[in-house]
């Protein structure tokens, strides 16, 4: 367990999370040259088409550092504010972050958002300044600026900053040997139970939900039989794994590792993100400490376009709230367009991708109200 690195990346929109995660995954070897190509971790079209990542993104990575192999557990993360949810639980799964800094932008809102999330986490902070291949020279009194305000930010010295550019991966090998050195192991369990995380979920229609998970405590192994305390849930282990990117099964999982549990289980509603997957027992295990739940601030009603798919829209937002929990549901109703649902999002953005997601990945037409926002009047 000594071995393993589990951190994230987080930053303001556009600052090349995705373009660094892109370096991470060729020096360490995980995705072979020729099967490369730019955000790959970004695995939605939409990510692609927009150039934005919007879902998390787990992956494990080895790397040999001092003739010893290290696992690199890392989660990408968005960056724009209307995904921040995603953020706080990538949070929740891991000991470091990386704090990127943009080197033509600067420290910005969400850079200041998500360093305040990761410190009162607790977490080992690595600062590093992106894109510095753009300045000819490295004295540069714009980039010397952007310097200056990170260290004053971090509470560091200007040599525990890393300039890198996740573009051409000058200073990328660097950083990835301070994050091995500097970002604590997961921490020993003592514990005689076996405990995980639920960090994230989506649904296959031959594994039922399949859970991200992080092991906080003992192992977890294929076929063994679980129980999800938040909705008192028992099912059996399909399958297990980690992620290389793509789901790759193993035997077991334990203490201090991220990987996925497929649970078997069909109905969404029995897996909520921040429940604790426990083994079977006959003695009570505590749960862990999930997550806040998130507060939207735009709501719209969506209704299907022809009525006889109201069905087919519930299990569609049922399965796409798996995959994004910040997201809440309750029922409308409307004389003219019939039965619907009045979703909450974090912000326009969050509303704009979720419909698309609704036709694009499940086919279903619907027809949605103006955004609006709660109001009170006096």
Request: aromatic content about 8%; proline content about 3%.
């Amino acid at each position: 367990m000594n071995n393993i690195r589990n951190f994230v990346v987080v930053s303001h929109i556009d600052h090349g999370k995705s373009t660094l995660a892109d370096r991470f995954l060729e020096i360490t070897g995980t995705v072979p040259a020729r099967e490369m190509r730019d955000q790959y971790l970004d695995g939605l079209e939409l990510e692609r088409e927009r150039g934005i990542t919007i879902k998390m993104a787990p992956v494990s990575m080895r790397h040999v550092f001092d003739g010893q192999e290290f696992i690199l557990n890392l989660i990408d993360t968005p960056g724009h504010s209307d995904f921040s949810y995603e953020v706080s639980r990538a949070l929740a799964a891991v000991e470091g972050a990386i704090l990127l800094v943009d080197a033509t932008q600067g420290i910005q809102a969400q850079t200041l958002a998500n360093f305040r999330v990761a410190r009162n986490a607790g977490l080992k902070i690595i600062g590093a300044v992106n894109k510095v291949d753009l300045f000819k020279d490295q004295k540069d009194e714009r980039l010397q600026k952007v310097i200056k305000k990170v260290t004053n930010l971090l509470s560091m010295k200007e040599d525990d900053i890393f300039l890198i550019s996740g573009k051409t991966g000058q200073g990328v090998e660097v950083l990835i040997r301070a994050l091995i050195k500097n970002i604590p192991p997961p921490r020993q369990s003592s514990s005689n139970f076996s405990r995980a995380l639920i960090f994230d979920s989506f649904y296959d229609d031959h594994k039922g939900v399949i859970a991200s998970v992080r092991i906080f405590d003992g192992q977890f192994k294929d076929g063994v039989s679980i129980n999800l305390i938040g909705t008192n849930t028992t099912s059996k282990i399909k399958e297990l794994g980690i992620f290389k990117p793509e789901l790759k099964s193993v035997s077991a999982l334990n203490t201090g590792e991220i990987g996925y549990i497929a649970t078997g289980i069909k109905n969404p509603a029995k897996v909520k993100i921040g429940d604790t997957v426990i083994i079977n027992s006959n003695f009570e295990v505590p749960p862990l400490v999930g997550y806040k739940e998130s507060r939207p601030v735009v709501f719209v009603s969506f209704y299907p376009e022809d009525n006889d798919d109201y069905d087919l829209l519930k299990k569609s937002l049922d399965k796409l709230r798996l995959n994004d929990s910040a997201i809440t549901i309750d029922l409308d109703q409307n004389t003219v367009l019939g039965r619907g649902f009045k979703l909450g999002f974090l912000g326009q953005l969050h509303f704009e991708i979720t419909a698309e997601r609704l036709r694009r990945e499940f086919g279903v037409k619907t027809v949605n109200t103006f955004p609006s926002v709660v109001y009170r009047v006096k």
